[in-house]
């Protein structure tokens, strides 16, 4: 695993965002210091960690999620560590947060068009992350069980006290940035959204935290 495969626009965003880690509240920091300790255990016993993220329609933030999540296990040389996604119900993944991911750096492309289209990431030496597309989180590819489930919307965490399958549950919800669709620059608020995922994941993955 190499972190110099990372496209050079996506790792001037990991780099900013490295930056800016003092942005993070500090309750959001003991929360996010759950996280880590959780991958620096299962990573002393386990060949493979997997997490799924999971926001009610699989259409945005647990897509930022899961891509933040294979970007900076990457950029941190973390082995074993697979990311996925998935809603309580499928739609789509959303154009427009295709879009913020591609502004920070992440090379997407379509690979099929449909009401549900897919898309791939290749990182520069290649390798692809997994297709992504809106499915529920039980669905195939995502694992059946022994993952740890990120629920990062209020309305998934309310509807999934438990996950069923998960041997870890953590909450950590953000702003679904579909309520600024009809606001003056909505491409600004996807963006921000984006970031603010990506701070966090590198946060909570950051060697200091993950041994």
């Known amino acids: 695993m190499n972190a110099s ?18 942005l993070i509240p500090p309750n959001r920091q003991d929360q996010l210091n759950e996280l880590g300790h959780f991958l620096r255990t299962e990573r002393a016993t386990a060949r493979r960690v997997a997490f799924t993220v999971i926001c009610t329609h699989n259409s945005r933030r647990s897509h930022f999620g899961q891509l933040w999540l294979a970007a900076a296990t990457r950029y941190y040389r973390l082995s074993g560590v697979e990311s996925y996604s998935g809603g309580t119900e499928a739609t789509a993944f959303i154009p427009r ?36 597309f809106s499915k529920v989180y039980t669905a195939p590819p995502n694992p059946r069980r022994d993952f740890a489930a990120v629920l990062v919307c209020e309305a998934a965490a309310e509807t999934c006290p438990v996950v069923v399958g998960a041997k870890a549950r953590f909450t950590l919800t953000y702003r679904d940035p579909k309520r600024f669709d009809d606001s003056p620059d909505p491409d600004r608020h996807y963006r921000e959204c984006a970031e603010q995922i990506g701070r966090e994941v590198l946060f909570a993955l950051y060697p200091g935290q993950i041994a």
């Open 5 to 22: 495969s990372l496209p050079a626009p996506l790792l001037r965003t990991i780099e900013k965002l490295k930056r800016e880690f003092a």
């Open 97 to 132: 947060a295709v879009e913020a991911l591609r502004h920070l750096g992440f090379p997407l492309q379509q690979t099929a068009i449909s009401e549900n289209p897919i898309y791939q990431c290749h990182w520069d030496d290649g390798t692809p992350v997994r297709d992504l």
